[in-house]
């Protein structure tokens, strides 16, 4: 266990949730993409926070991750919510076909 | 006192102006527009009071202990570049504190009369207290990054000011003017600034961009040099495009007279007294960077010069009272930049002063004329309005007789000392702007000539209708009146018994410059001792022959005007039927033709570009269809009916080829931002791998 | 020694999860991947000190989102039909990208050399984080309950106009 295996593995739980995110028609899967990014983020700090060399500020990478866990918390809500009114609407949740913004 | 009460003379018209904007129309609605109007007037009144007390503060402490720099907190601290929330109260910025409170409050105050009957009175109190905090904030910033975004927010008010009457497209169109123009200045700052963080980042541990820390480093900055230019010139040279923007300099002054669109006490206040004179107050700020950079101080001379003498032609031959005026402030202007270009930076800060008060009083004059005369701006429809309203006349006259110069009144003095000061830098620069004090002088008194004497030229209905305007239109008018008569005062010069007071007042914080200073920049202290030594041996009948010469041409000038305007209208008449004046007039009175190259010159290939480039897809891919629909035809002439199928292939394979390009194409515009974030991945890899490996 | 194995097991294990989250065609089986992958988080969270992250990334993450997120699933997706509701585009040209990102960041990692500390922090931080919380992070703090509160109301609105209209 070595701050660069944490990295390594952070990145690619952030490289698995981006292909998640590009690649999926559903928005509850892009959900779950944009929630692997903010684990991995908070893996980031995490890591940092153990290894840092910054001797009176030990914790400080862990209230960054407990914030991101908030975040996310609310990011999910409101995405939800936003899935749930879309589903409403027109009866399907599949991003590829949400393309009012086509020009 | 003063570091617990200055921070807030910006805070107060911000306060004023969230007061205004948020809650203004219910205001409006429910207590009418007086209390309203006096709620706007109350923040300005008291950030006047507070900046006029710390005036006389201020003036009672030594000398040395007249600079304030207030640290309220930090802004920006990304590892070694560090800027600070932070006012410098000193004898510069307490001097334009009180030209812009106290004139601003003034001129709310006429506001209320002018705008009088408006639907959205509290929105243009709230523009207008916004528009004093974002130039409080200009002028009181200890650094650069305060006072961009001054600079920033002064130039979005005057944007929202010039369109505040937006449903007139051509007043809407005004604004947008003004703002892209202004755009482009403002790239000019930027770049100066990026210029001095890159170059103190070079050099030194941490960057700042306060004016004490950046005044310390010029001399190791002024060795520097970048693409084999000295870095200063550069630097220097881009903050004045940043000032040409701002302050209306050739090329940039178009917007300015089409700013006129706005309401009258805006172009008083933003349009002539103070947000145009950021320019000058920059550079003034920034006198211990120019000083060293005598290339740039050469070119800003001669811009200045050029656009002080263009203007004042034009200005001549327009007949909207408004427009007279705006091209006399890019004159006027212009004078201002000539003496910062000569080093002369008191006399150029000097006649920012008076030109705030007469020129303020000259708008507020006319905007009370406008709106006595139902919004009537041709001053062909004028006339002998003096006897209708005597304190605006009496008042326009004055302002009148010190923006030309007349003895003893303000413009007197600030103009004659620029005048002097460009004609120990160079004669050609002075032979402009003489001949430009001149041509002010005529133009003023044609407008005064034609609007307050003579026989009234307009409709029988509006005449009976003109009335004086109420108290609070007047007396502020009268007020600016007084102290364009009476400013100059504070700098007279010592030839005629005075002791520069006001330059000396200023010395503390901006040095004039002297031929000596230029070759060690070091000894900028020693400089301003040097010059005054300099005047006591200089030859003193230059400086008089100089005044005389200025005040006789000045009112050989006016008695021109007098004669074409008042005493033989005929002649003038019979001089315009002649074709070689006529042409002139007319050049003059179309500005040049500036607006026309420049629609011809930029707007126009730019919109060609973009019509070429919406015609792309039609011109390229339905070419390459039609021509290979003909050649379809000549191959099916000349080889008959012999094989149908190739043929017919082609035309598909064609048209399947321009409908793939066309697929290509509008996958970007799918409305997918998933598609938008696999292209940013995409570059984001291969920029990071290209810095990595490649470079 | 032991912590090595651990790391490793949950390593494996949640990059697994994370794999099947991501090309798994069963949005259902999807979900409850992520719910394992929130769990592995959790161990890793265990395994660099953080005892107080790791519970609430257990409770929020794995108790509360996931749960959220199956929810959503099965209220939105076609549920009867599992294997078209998960559906991929671009999936060979999206996998080339995100293989090519993470060598590239892997490789500078790799390369980087890390200032690291000698001793780590090993007591329960708990009490650290609540002193830490309520005194230097009390603004970032308040903002984000404050934010929690409108991200929930915002929601309730969301989800109620459909009904309203």
């Given at each position: 266990m070595s701050l660069?295996?944490?990295?390594?593995?952070?990145?690619?739980?952030?490289?698995?949730?981006?292909?998640?995110?590009?690649?999926?028609?559903?928005?509850?899967?892009?959900?779950?993409?944009?929630?692997?990014?903010?684990?991995?983020?908070?893996?980031?700090?995490?890591?940092?926070?153990?290894?840092?060399?910054?001797?009176?500020?030990?914790l400080d990478g862990q209230i960054f991750a407990l914030f991101i866990i908030l975040i996310a918390a609310a990011e999910a809500v409101v995405a939800l919510g936003i899935a749930i009114a879309v589903y409403k609407e027109y009866a399907h949740v599949q991003a590829d076909q949400l393309n009012q913004l086509e020009g | 006192m003063i570091e617990s009460l200055i921070p807030l003379v910006p805070i107060l018209p911000l306060f004023g102006a969230m007061v205004m904007g948020f809650f203004g129309k219910r205001i409006q609605a429910a207590f009418g527009e007086n209390l309203t109007g006096i709620l706007g007037c109350t923040a300005p009144a008291l950030a006047a009071l507070i900046a006029f007390g710390s005036f006389?503060?201020?003036?009672?402490?030594?000398?040395?202990?007249?600079?304030?720099?207030?640290?309220?907190?930090?802004?920006?601290?990304?590892?070694?570049?560090?800027?600070?929330?932070?006012?410098?109260?000193?004898?510069?910025?307490?001097?334009?504190?009180?030209?812009?409170?106290?004139?601003?409050?003034?001129?709310?105050?006429?506001?209320?009369?002018?705008?009088?009957?408006?639907?959205?009175?509290?929105?243009?109190?709230?523009?207008?207290?916004?528009?004093?905090?974002?130039?409080?904030?200009?002028?009181?910033?200890?650094n650069l990054l305060i006072m961009f975004l001054g600079w920033e927010g002064v130039g979005l008010c005057s944007y929202l000011l010039i369109g505040f009457w937006f449903t007139n497209s051509d007043y809407a169109y005004a604004g947008r003017k003004a703002f892209i123009v202004n755009r482009i200045g403002d790239l000019g700052f930027l770049t100066g600034m990026f210029l001095l963080i890159y170059f103190s980042a070079m050099h030194y541990d941490i960057v700042t961009l306060s004016y004490g820390e950046l005044a310390n480093r010029?001399?190791?900055?002024?060795?520097?040099?970048?693409?084999?230019?000295?870095?200063?010139?550069?630097?220097?040279?881009?903050?004045?495009?940043?000032?040409?923007?701002?302050?209306?300099?050739?090329?940039?002054?178009?917007?300015?007279?089409?700013?006129?669109?706005?309401?009258?006490?805006?172009?008083?206040?933003?349009?002539?007294?103070?947000?145009?004179?950021?320019?000058?107050?920059?550079?003034?700020?920034?006198?211990?960077?120019?000083?060293?950079?005598?290339?740039?101080?050469?070119?800003?001379?001669?811009?200045?010069?050029?656009?002080?003498?263009?203007?004042?032609?034009?200005?001549?031959?327009?007949?909207?009272?408004k427009k007279v005026l705006a091209y006399s402030t890019v004159s006027q202007l212009g004078y201002m930049f000539l003496a910062m270009g000569v080093g002369a930076y008191s006399a150029g800060i000097f006649h920012l002063l008076t030109h705030a008060a007469f020129k303020a009083a000259l708008f507020m004059g006319s905007g009370a004329i406008i709106v006595a005369l139902h919004h009537e701006q041709d001053m062909r429809k004028m006339g002998g309005l003096l006897k209708k309203m005597p304190v605006t006349g009496y008042s326009f006259i004055a302002a009148t007789l010190a923006i030309m110069g007349f003895p003893l009144t303000s413009g007197f003095f600030s103009k004659d000392e620029i005048l002097e000061k460009a004609f120990e830098h160079a004669p050609a620069l002075w032979v402009l702007a003489f001949t430009a004090a001149g041509i002010t002088s005529f133009y003023m008194w044609r407008l005064v000539f034609m609007t307050f004497f003579g026989k009234y030229r307009g409709d029988e209905h509006t005449w009976d209708h003109?009335?004086?305007?109420?108290?609070?239109?007047?007396?502020?008018?009268?007020?600016?009146?007084?102290?364009?008569?009476?400013?100059?005062?504070?700098?007279?010069?010592?030839?005629?018994?005075?002791?520069?007071?006001?330059?000396?007042?200023?010395?503390?914080?901006?040095?004039?410059?002297?031929?000596?200073?230029?070759?060690?920049?070091a000894v900028l202290h020693a400089a301003a001792e040097h010059a005054a030594e300099a005047e006591e041996h200089g030859d003193l009948w230059i400086e008089w022959a100089l005044m005389i010469g200025s005040v006789l041409w000045t009112f050989i000038t006016a008695g021109l005007a007098y004669y074409y305007y008042m005493k033989a209208p005929q002649q003038r008449e019979r001089l315009m039927a002649k074709a070689g004046p006529k042409r002139i007039f007319q050049v003059l009175h179309d500005k040049y033709y500036v607006d026309e190259f420049y629609d011809w010159a930029l707007i126009r290939p730019l919109i060609r570009l973009f019509r070429f480039l919406a015609n792309f897809d039609k011109y390229v891919v339905d070419g390459a269809v039609n021509l290979a629909a003909f050649l379809s035809k000549g191959l099916a002439q000349i080889a008959g009916f012999l094989d149908k199928g190739i043929v017919d292939g082609?035309?598909?394979?064609?048209?399947?080829?321009?409908?793939?390009?066309?697929?290509?194409?509008?996958?970007?515009?799918?409305?997918?931002?998933?598609?938008?974030?696999?292209?940013?991945?995409?570059?984001?890899?291969a920029v990071f791998a290209l810095l990595i490996f490649v470079l | 020694m032991v912590q090595n194995i651990f790391f490793l097991i949950v390593l494996v294990f949640t990059l697994g999860m994370g794999l099947y989250v991501t090309v798994g065609q069963n949005l259902i089986r999807s979900a409850f991947a992520l719910f394992f992958t929130l769990f592995g988080m959790a161990g890793f969270y265990i395994l660099l000190g953080g005892d107080f992250i790791a519970m609430v990334q257990l409770l929020v993450y794995a108790g509360g989102i996931a749960v959220l997120l199956t929810f959503g699933a099965m209220?939105?997706?076609?549920?009867?039909?599992?294997?078209?509701?998960?559906?991929?585009?671009?999936?060979?040209?999206?996998?080339?990208?995100?293989?090519?990102?993470?060598?590239?960041?892997?490789?500078?990692?790799m390369e980087t050399d890390w200032p690291l500390k000698a001793a780590n922090y090993h007591e329960p931080t708990t009490k650290e984080i609540g002193r830490l919380l309520l005194q230097q992070y009390i603004l970032p703090f308040e903002v984000i309950s404050f934010l929690l509160l409108v991200a929930m109301v915002g929601a309730i609105f969301l989800v109620q106009k459909g009904d309203r209209q």
């Open positions: 660069t295996l944490i990295l390594a593995a952070s990145t690619a739980l952030f490289a698995l949730g981006t292909v998640m995110f590009i690649s999926r028609k559903n928005s509850i899967a892009i959900l779950m993409g944009v929630e692997l990014l903010m684990n991995a983020a908070a893996l980031n700090f995490m890591g940092f926070s153990y290894y840092s060399p910054a001797k009176d500020h030990p | 006389f503060e201020l003036i009672s402490l030594p000398e040395e202990a007249r600079v304030f720099v207030i640290k309220l907190g930090q802004w920006v601290g990304v590892a070694d570049f560090q800027v600070e929330w932070a006012f410098r109260y000193d004898p510069l910025s307490a001097l334009m504190l009180m030209i812009i409170t106290g004139i601003g409050t003034l001129i709310h105050i006429y506001s209320m009369g002018y705008m009088h009957g408006d639907k959205s009175f509290w929105r243009f109190f709230s523009y207008i207290n916004l528009f004093l905090a974002a130039m409080l904030m200009l002028v009181l910033g200890d010029m001399e190791v900055l002024s060795k520097l040099q970048i693409w084999g230019l000295p870095m200063l010139e550069v630097t220097a040279l881009a903050f004045f495009v940043g000032a040409m923007g701002k302050s209306a300099q050739i090329p940039l002054y178009v917007w300015l007279p089409d700013a006129m669109a706005g309401p009258t006490p805006v172009s008083a206040l933003i349009h002539a007294a103070t947000m145009v004179t950021a320019g000058v107050y920059m550079i003034g700020r920034m006198y211990f960077m120019y000083s060293m950079a005598p290339i740039a101080l050469q070119t800003i001379s001669f811009v200045a010069a050029a656009t002080c003498f263009l203007s004042a032609t034009i200005g001549m031959a327009q007949y909207d009272i003109c009335v004086e305007q109420p108290k609070r239109t007047t007396v502020p008018v009268a007020i600016l009146a007084v102290a364009a008569l009476t400013l100059g005062f504070l700098n007279v010069p010592d030839f005629l018994g005075g002791s520069y007071s006001f330059s000396n007042y200023l010395s503390p914080v901006v040095k004039d410059m002297d031929g000596h200073a230029l070759e060690a920049g082609i035309v598909n394979e064609l048209a399947w080829f321009s409908q793939a390009t066309g697929k290509g194409f509008s996958l970007m515009q799918s409305g997918r931002i998933q598609g938008l974030v696999a292209s940013t991945l995409v570059l984001f890899t | 209220l939105t997706a076609e549920v009867d039909s599992p294997f078209q509701s998960n559906q991929l585009f671009n999936g060979f040209w999206t996998f080339v990208s995100g293989v090519g990102f993470f060598s590239l960041i892997y490789y500078v990692l």
